[in-house]
């Protein structure tokens, strides 16, 4: 295979150029600097190519920084094991689709099913997300997924939601989503500003923030402000707000539909 | 290790792909980069279908019908094909010009049909010199297609054509050599992954009729009760494929019901009830009347399209979105694509990028307006 890529003055990193690469060279490549030990990939001119940081399971854990400048394709990051993936710019749809572990931040926006089946780690995103985002995220014992959206949803946010916690900032205007939380049955959705009866699913109890939530959303949103300084956020003020918490009213919604 | 590489399976099981892009200024420029775009979304189809649609290629032609024909079959069925098309065609209209569509035969394609196009004008008798122009044209190509045996008008517009054929969309772009060939200010495009019909050239997309094409992923599950309903008004579906019946939709309601985009999208598209009982008195009365009159119209399943005609472009997707649709704008350029990476390949800076909601038509059109421009500034030399 021909590679283009240079390494830096750390021995632990190097520089990728994607240009000409497809999806399965991308990700073979991946998979071979993390067995060879690296510790931060940068890759440039990425365009379209898909389900990077998949693949890169390793018994003894290992863990890299891959840095992505470009647009990656869809299902960035899926099954993601403990890595941290940072996008400068867009990402399109699926983005830690059933992730494990491990940290995804785009400083764009994301596109649909945002964060589906996603079972552990973070998701940061500076913009909005497409429909569908969280759909049935889910939790287990300590491992808790957790998505921050610096905008908003469009609709469908947490369908089938069975664990985790979502988190939208409003920072650009109003949720206008429909059918949030629709088939909801475990989790927490927080929303910044307000949420109307009937732009949620008849799942979803609609509350406000307490103050168990609110330490919740102290540590969450004050690790986006860490991501995105750029913002220049005040975590007070954010926190200081109208949260709208959203949870399940039956952990069975559909338990006698086929009864 | 790359022999072991080229042992797996490399295909993903995937969805098509559909692309636009339109100069709102008007110019023109090459099918290149549109080729460019879709084969970065080459994974997306399977290779048993790619299209493309440009408009603004004919403009020495411009007053003139462009009808593109592909006859079918072994040698002679083609001969044959073609025989009696010409027969029919050379009665119904002055034919100004015709030709072979110029091919590459460096680009290797299954099974090739002839493919031939005519630039024409109406030649009317009896009843028919009552007709438009336009529903003449229709009526012909509606004829030619259900009634000639292997003959099929798959491009029937001014100053517009598409071109189709079963391959990748990148292979049937350098196979009619769109990159080198034609200048449009508009070009949509589509790369296929069959799901309920063979793959065959009349198959591929874009369907069209008139100036108007319709590139489509997704699946209209509504097709039955679609098909039934436009073949009241005279349409004949003879192309295994459910995106036709877009095509012939939004030439009813655009043309012959005289409708606005932004109606003709809540025919396809409603708004369910509930949303309908939310809306202030006078909006529910038009959705309300909407969905009754045209409810044979709604487009079920999930879907993305993009509309195209004489300058301008739509994009539209089904009311939940269960297909992607990402549009962005970049000057005078505007695009619609199936993905985001497939429009920062060619224009690697954009101005704004953003997704509409289901069932929100995107609308782009020249600036000013299209009728006079169209005529007079855009369709200057090739």
């Not at chain 1, 996008?87 to 749809?93: E, F, I």
């Not at chain 1, 049955?185 to 009866?197: D, F, K, T």
Request: aromatic share 10%; hydrophobic share 40%; glycine share 10%.
């Amino acid at each position: 295979m021909e590679i283009s890529c240079s390494r830096t003055s750390n021995e632990s990193a190097i520089e990728i150029d994607a240009s000409h690469m497809d999806t399965r060279e991308l990700n073979g490549l991946l998979r071979e600097l993390m067995l060879a030990g690296y510790e931060r990939v940068v890759l440039r001119n990425v365009c379209g190519q898909r389900y990077i940081g998949t693949r890169l399971y390793s018994p003894e854990r290992r863990v890299m920084n891959i840095e992505i400048h470009g647009t990656p394709g869809n299902d960035l990051g899926a099954f993601l094991f403990g890595h941290r993936i940072i996008v400068h710019g867009n990402a399109q749809d699926g983005v830690g689709n059933t992730m494990e572990s491990g940290e995804i931040v785009i400083a764009g926006r994301a596109g649909d099913v945002t964060g589906m089946s996603m079972r552990g780690g973070r998701i940061f995103v500076k913009g909005d997300v497409g429909y569908r985002a969280a759909l049935h995220m889910k939790e287990h014992g300590q491992k808790r997924p957790v998505i921050v959206v610096g905008g908003t949803a469009q609709d469908f946010l947490g369908e089938y939601m069975a664990g985790g916690i979502v988190i939208l900032l409003g920072l650009y205007g109003a949720h206008n989503a429909s059918f949030i939380g629709s088939g909801m049955h475990g989790g927490a959705m927080y929303l910044r500003g307000p949420v109307r009866e009937e732009q949620v699913g008849s799942h979803v109890h609609i509350s406000r923030a307490d103050e168990t939530d609110m330490e919740i959303l102290r540590d969450h949103i004050s690790g986006f402000i860490e991501r995105f300084p750029d913002l220049a956020l005040d975590l007070e003020h954010i926190l200081d707000s109208e949260w709208t918490k959203l949870s399940p009213r039956s952990s069975r919604p559909y338990g006698k539909l086929y009864a | 290790m790359s022999v072991r590489r080229q042992k797996l399976y490399s295909k993903e099981i995937c969805a098509c792909s559909i692309f636009g892009a339109m100069s709102r200024a008007g110019e023109r420029f090459t099918g290149e980069r549109v080729i460019r775009a879709m084969a970065s979304m080459h994974h997306r189809g399977n290779g048993l279908g790619g299209g493309f649609a440009a408009y603004g290629i004919y403009p020495e032609f411009r007053e003139y019908y462009a009808f593109h024909l592909m006859f079918t079959g072994d040698a002679m069925a083609q001969r044959e094909a073609k025989r009696a098309a010409e027969e029919y065609l050379f009665r119904n209209f002055d034919v100004v010009h015709d030709e072979e569509i110029p091919h590459s035969d460096d680009v290797y394609v299954r099974d090739p049909p002839l493919l031939w196009r005519y630039f024409l004008s109406p030649s009317k008798h009896g009843e028919d010199v009552h007709l438009s122009d336009d529903e003449y044209v229709v009526r012909k190509v509606i004829h030619v297609n259900a009634a000639i045996d292997n003959a099929y008008i798959f491009s029937s517009g001014k100053n517009m054509g598409c071109f189709k054929g079963v391959g990748y969309p990148e292979e049937i772009g350098r196979y009619f050599m769109l990159d080198r060939l034609y200048r449009g200010y508009l070009w949509t495009a589509h790369g296929r992954f069959p799901t309920n019909s063979q793959a065959w050239w009349g198959g591929a997309h874009p369907f069209g009729l008139l100036d108007t094409t319709v590139v489509h992923n997704g699946e209209i599950s509504s097709y039955g009760t679609n098909r039934w309903y436009l073949e009241m008004f005279g349409y004949r579906c003879t192309l295994h494929t459910d995106t036709e019946v877009i095509a012939y939709a939004v030439d009813l309601l655009m043309r012959r019901h005289d409708l606005p985009m932004e109606i003709v999208a809540r025919i396809l598209a409603p708004p369910i009830w509930d949303f309908i009982d939310r809306m202030d008195a006078r909006e529910r009365r038009l959705l309300t009347a909407l969905r009754r009159v045209y409810a044979p119209l709604l487009m079920n399943g999930p879907f993305a399209v993009i509309i195209a005609q004489s300058g301008r472009m739509i994009g539209l997707t089904d009311r939940i979105r269960l297909r992607p649709l990402t549009v962005a704008t970049r000057g005078d350029m505007f695009y619609i694509s199936s993905e985001e990476a497939s429009v920062r390949l060619i224009s690697p800076s954009l101005d704004s990028v953003w997704s509409p909601d289901g069932g929100e038509p995107v609308v782009c059109e020249l600036y000013g307006g299209f009728g006079g421009r169209l005529e007079h500034e855009i369709a200057g030399p090739a």
